[in-house]
């Protein structure tokens, strides 16, 4: 490869990224409108500047839209289960419930947004969590921005070792990590403990959400609680067993928060009136009519617990993930190669979907076995399941456009080596201070690409060689690049579109960029700081 690295190429291939972010934060644009702008600009960049062919383009474009239909497959499946428990009026069951067993508000939406989000982010990933989550959060009164917000922030610090440990995995892989080599167990525990500084700050953040100062004081023992049997959990894990390290802290934070609601600190009716991301909205008396009087929570939460448990099955226990995991279908993508000498290899088979078991099957299982058990028992009305398919491909249609933007925009510019500009730019320039923006680099692939696993494939190798030039722990700076890209979850514009879609606002996805920005800058540059303190002087 021999594509320069210049200010001008450096600043060709920042400009579609920053351009989404102006769109959405300072216009106010949706993710809808925005994608297609940054996308033109990116093939635009990608012809002239970056010597790219037409059929190059028309190559990652087919990439782009082959990997969207994964996610839009996802969001179509997600809203479908939401619209079973919609249209067996569930929620309103598991609201009640719920703060019958959690009566302190904050607690609750802290189990519901940090701990049973990081729950399924340990199972499923790929941005089910946020989908399944958010309306949720909505059905307790949460208002639909934080409802948003709070899952993409709770599944983050899983980001890594959850799905099983996939981007894990990956980055081992792409970063030649030997697996129980000393070096990968090295990694591992950087990555698990720059993990457990983000658990613990965004259980803070949700208090904060919540009502400032006095929730913080509220909710810290909660807080400190949950981030040991999670974050902490997970580091002592990565030390053992990476694929269960997020998992199984996942399960005891779950169990621990219901414990918790027993307690004498949280076992009495709380909330604060005033706070400012809740609906303090008093339903009309009539509504009590139509909450189902014989289903019990239990049942409320059927579809979730029926997705958790089929997840495990299939991906934990190996033989039946390995007969079902046979069955792939992908698409066949000719050679392409850059003016300067990027070559994207040809595949027979890009990016084979498992059927069986992709998330989209277990949500989709999930929903059909959830709207025939409710209507089996009266809940749904005549007509309720037609209206809960045609309602779910409604909500699911104008965030299409904005996926399909969105991930061919990442394709092209990872196809014509503009994803590789970026970093190496960064490194180039900063020299030792690199380490300051080496979680950055993760964050970024992230931001692009909607995927830590993603960004680890694309950026581990760059990140062990630009640490072995530097002379610095190659083992910190992967664990930076991973928890870089597991707080990027949190700002990726097309898991936001996730969130905003089922929670019924799409369009406001600048909104939530614009907060979570706030919270994942910081959060990334404390990172970098202690890395460069630790490793840099």
């Known amino acids: 490869m021999n594509i320069p690295v210049n200010f001008a190429m450096w600043g060709m291939a920042m400009l579609p990224i920053i351009i989404l972010i102006v769109l959405m934060i300072k216009f106010h644009w949706g993710a809808t409108e925005a994608a297609p702008v940054g996308l033109l600009v990116t093939i635009l960049s990608a012809l002239t500047f970056y010597k790219a062919p037409a059929h190059l383009v028309a190559v990652e474009s087919a990439k782009g839209v082959w990997s969207s239909l994964v996610i839009l497959l996802i969001i179509w499946t997600a809203i479908l289960l939401y619209q079973a428990g919609q249209e067996a009026n569930a929620f309103l069951v598991i609201k009640n419930e719920l703060s019958k067993l959690i009566p302190n508000e904050l607690l609750l939406i802290l189990a519901l947004g940090w701990v049973f989000v990081s729950f399924l982010q340990g199972i499923t990933g790929f941005g089910v969590p946020v989908a399944v989550v958010a309306p949720l959060l909505i059905g307790i009164g949460v208002r639909p921005i934080y409802a948003v917000a709070i899952p993409l922030l709770g599944q983050a610090w899983g980001n890594t070792f959850g799905t099983l440990g996939a981007a894990w995995d990956a980055l081992a892989d792409a970063s030649g990590l030997k697996a129980g080599s000393a070096e990968y167990f090295k990694a591992a525990f950087w990555a698990a403990v720059f993990l457990l500084a983000w658990d613990f700050i965004t259980g803070l953040i949700i208090c904060w959400f919540y009502g400032k100062g006095k929730a913080v004081r509220k909710g810290l023992p909660a807080v400190l609680a949950l981030t040991a049997a999670g974050g902490a959990g997970e580091l002592v894990l990565s030390q053992i067993n990476t694929t269960l390290s997020n998992f199984i802290p996942a399960v005891i934070a779950l169990v621990l928060v219901m414990l918790l609601g027993r307690m004498k600190l949280y076992n009495t009716d709380w909330k604060l009136e005033e706070s400012p991301i809740m609906e303090r909205v008093e339903p009309a008396a009539a509504a009590d009519s139509y909450i189902p009087k014989d289903m019990s929570l239990i049942q409320a939460f059927m579809p979730y617990l029926l997705l958790s448990v ?40 890009y990016s084979p979907v498992a059927i069986f078991t992709q998330a989209g099957m277990f949500l989709f299982l999930a929903a059909i076995i959830a709207l025939a058990y409710y209507k089996s028992k009266g809940w749904i009305k005549t007509g309720g399941i037609r209206n ?29 080596g503009q994803t590789i500009v ?11 201070k690199y380490l300051l923006l080496a979680p950055f680099v993760g964050l970024l692939g992230t931001f692009m690409t909607a995927s830590n696993m993603s960004s680890n494939i694309l950026f581990g190798g760059f990140q062990v060689t630009t640490a072995q030039l530097l002379h610095v722990s190659a ?38 960029l614009k907060l979570l920005l706030t919270i994942t800058i910081p959060a990334t540059i404390l990172i970098g700081a202690f890395l460069f303190i630790v490793f840099g002087l």
């Open 310 to 349: 089929m997840t495990f099955v299939v991906l934990a226990v190996k033989p039946i993930n390995e007969m079902l995991g046979r069955f792939k279908i992908g698409i066949v993508v000719p050679e392409t190669r850059t003016g300067y000498g990027i070559v994207n290899a040809a595949s027979d088979s």
């Open 388 to 416: 809960a398919f045609a309602n779910s491909i409604s909500m699911t249609m104008p965030s299409g456009m904005a996926v399909i933007g969105l991930v061919i925009m990442s394709k092209i510019m990872g196809g014509t």
């Open 422 to 432: 970026l970093s190496q730019g960064i490194a180039n320039v900063l020299g030792s």
């Open 475 to 512: 083992a910190g700076v992967l664990g930076a690049q991973t928890a870089g890209g597991a707080i990027g979850a949190a700002v990726s514009p097309s898991k936001i579109i996730l969130g905003t879609t089922t929670a019924n606002i799409l369009g406001k996805e600048g909104e939530v």
